[in-house]
């Protein structure tokens, strides 16, 4: 009877992780693609939009976590054991929602580019809604990493609180391009083209021009 429990135990065990793994190594859910999609359609427009109609060398304040490159996302890979894409996304929503607010609120309601800027605002908040429908709550209350932890609430702290060295000046084009950069990485399934093994995480990737096959104008 002893080795029967045992053994029902190890089989209960067994079991939970078959169940828990879908979520923690669950690819991008099908469903995040069309929206996905649908915003970077309106980044492809972002050089007309947040170059042109700026003045040149023109740039905003915003924490420097919100400076969010791919070098970020592979340092994160690196210092944290096992990192989770699921952890990462998450990340990328918190820091690029508070990029664009601190565009539109550099824009006068008369500036040329505050619409197309409020539209991507919305089209970002409603890939975010689909993500979070797209995952069980429990994956929202899951503990997160250290390191990805003191990250997020740098993110959410006051801003009269920040320190002035933990400030950066960053030209919007700047935070537009990190921010479709770093998605294409992230959610690289619903951008898979019909060249082989595309690899959106590596800077040399972007360097080489082939954006300019997925974003005629940026």
Not at 76 to 91: A, P, S
Request: glycine fraction near 4%.
């Amino acid at each position: 009877m002893v080795q029967l429990s045992i053994s029902v135990c190890l089989l209960g065990g067994l079991l939970g992780l078959f169940l828990l793994a879908p979520v923690q190594m669950a690819q991008t859910p099908a469903s995040m693609c069309t929206p996905l999609k649908t915003l970077n359609d309106s980044l492809s427009h972002r050089r007309r939009y947040m170059r042109h109609n700026f003045p040149i060398k023109y740039t905003i304040r915003v924490h420097h976590n919100e400076v969010f490159k791919l070098s970020n996302i592979s340092r994160l890979r690196l210092q944290v054991e096992g990192l989770n894409d699921l952890v990462l996304q998450r990340l990328w929503f918190q820091v690029n929602q508070g990029v664009l607010k601190k565009i539109i609120r550099v824009m006068s309601e008369r500036h040329p580019s505050r619409q197309y800027t409020a539209e991507l605002e919305r089209r970002f908040k409603d890939a975010e809604g689909v993500f979070v429908q797209s995952h069980p709550a429990e994956v929202f209350q899951q503990e997160l990493p250290e390191t990805i932890q003191e990250t997020w609430d740098h993110l959410t702290e006051e801003p009269d609180r920040v320190p002035e060295s933990d400030w950066r000046f960053v030209s919007p084009k700047s935070l537009l391009d990190n921010f479709c950069h770093t998605m294409h990485c992230l959610f690289s399934e619903c951008f898979a083209s019909t060249e082989a093994q595309q690899d959106y995480c590596r800077v040399s990737y972007w360097r080489k021009g082939r954006k300019k096959d997925l974003q005629p104008e940026s």
